[in-house]
């Protein structure tokens, strides 16, 4: 039994315009070329083509599915082949969500006729607030953290990021759970959130200044509850604010 383009096509569910340029890069060769210059493909070209179908609808590239095919373990180079396809989807899903989440703060704040917040990433650690943090702490403080930042690669900045991220998530989950500012789970995680500030330099809390670090927590709780910036970052100026009233317990307890 053998098929023309034509017919091979229509039962595939493809174009034959396919076809001819699997053939052309050698993907799928017919079985014969008759003298008419009509193209036939047999049971064993047909066998072929489903295997480059499901790959193809798997996602997978026409080179990647070449080099499975021409493989004498064939089962065994499809088996890696799609766990390394799997690595690269799981990996061009994180990029899509990432996109997808910055168009959403992008369209959240035009919604509020306010400009939107640019990705610490490509921004800078602290660059936003380099007039407030050299004006309390000084230039080198700023130039610090700043060093600190830039010398992180791509993937030490977003593990930091999704940390911070973390580290406000938990806010909001004690006060959607209903603990209060002075509980023990609230007060060890201001611990925690103290610790945060201490791992980056340039910070009164990482030069282990007393005085300093404990101004430099009751100003950030004060920017906590006024700056909806943060609000956002807590998930709720409720959530904002029940960090602040911690924070603040946590260094009249410790201070």
Excluded: C
Aim: negative net charge; aromatic residues 8%.
């Amino acid at each position: 039994m053998e098929w023309t383009v034509k017919e091979l096509a229509e039962r595939a569910g493809i174009s034959g315009r396919t076809l001819r340029h699997y053939h052309r890069i050698e993907l799928l060769n017919p079985d014969r070329v008759g003298s008419n210059g009509y193209r036939y493909y047999g049971p064993d070209a047909v066998a072929r083509l489903q295997r480059i179908l499901l790959l193809r609808s798997a996602g997978m590239a026409l080179a990647d599915i070449a080099a499975v095919l021409a493989s004498e373990e064939t089962s065994e180079a499809e088996r890696e082949a799609l766990e390394t396809h799997l690595a690269r989807l799981a990996s061009d899903r994180e990029t899509i969500d990432r996109r997808i989440a910055a168009v959403q703060h992008t369209l959240a704040m035009r919604r509020e006729g306010q400009e939107p917040q640019m990705d610490v990433m490509l921004q800078g650690f602290n660059d936003s607030y380099e007039a407030e943090v050299v004006q309390r702490w000084g230039r080198d403080a700023f130039d610090a953290s700043n060093r600190w930042w830039h010398a992180k690669s791509i993937s030490q900045q977003r593990e930091w990021k999704n940390n911070a991220e973390s580290l406000l998530a938990r806010w909001r989950e004690l006060h959607d759970e209903g603990h209060e500012p002075d509980s023990a789970v609230a007060q060890e995680h201001a611990g925690v959130h103290l610790e945060w500030f201490a791992a980056i330099p340039g910070t009164p809390t990482h030069s282990g200044d007393t005085k300093k670090a404990a101004a430099m927590v009751l100003g950030m709780a004060d920017q906590y509850e006024s700056n909806p910036e943060f609000h956002r970052s807590f998930g709720s100026e409720a959530s904002a604010s029940f960090a602040a009233r911690a924070l603040r317990i946590h260094v009249q307890q410790t201070h």
